[in-house]
């Protein structure tokens, strides 16, 4: 995609935003449904994922973990939010990976040691990048990408979330 195509896509909606600022808040959603053996499906909307334990915690390793989703759905967000910066700064990308990585200490999620956190410790996520930009462009192109990234920000800055219990008849 070029730098004007985005910016003609992109245009009408940030006119939109700024005139009626109600307008830009949407509610995302995702659905899982528990099942057998402390598995939980999740509707991606392409596909049903079907997460389970992790095998550190007692899991087979046959089901996705919810970790290993969060890390995932880091990289898409950070390689869309990336490219989309890309083309409207005017870098060009011939090739590029995202990875994420991060360390959790399962004592925490198992109860076994109060002291040990539940999550993650650390996320590590790094961009390996072919392109004939300068140094100072990557820099840009990252420090853009790291500002414009849903779940990068979303991580790094916990919105507040509310849980709850509606019990249902049977």
Do not use: W
């Not at 985005?6 to 909606?13: D, G, K, V």
């Amino acid at each position: 995609m070029k730098s004007e195509e985005l910016r003609n896509i992109q245009s009408p909606l940030k006119e939109k935003y700024k005139a009626d600022p109600a307008s830009a808040v949407i509610t995302l959603k995702a659905q899982g449904r528990l099942g057998e053996n402390v598995s939980c499906s999740v509707e991606t909307g392409k596909a049903l994922r079907e997460a389970g334990l992790h095998t550190a915690t007692g899991g087979t390793g046959l089901l996705a973990c919810s970790g290993d989703m969060l890390l995932e759905a880091l990289v898409a967000c950070a390689g869309v939010t990336l490219s989309a910066v890309a083309v409207s700064i005017g870098i060009n990308i011939i090739t590029g990976i995202v990875n994420a990585e991060g360390d959790l200490d399962f004592r925490g999620t198992l109860g076994v040691s109060k002291d040990a956190p539940v999550g993650f410790k650390e996320i590590r996520l790094n961009f390996n990048i072919d392109s004939n930009a300068t140094d100072e462009q990557l820099a840009k192109l990252l420090q853009l990408t790291e500002r414009y990234c849903v779940v990068l920000q979303t991580i790094s800055n916990p919105c507040k979330i509310k849980s709850s219990f509606n019990k249902t008849e049977q």
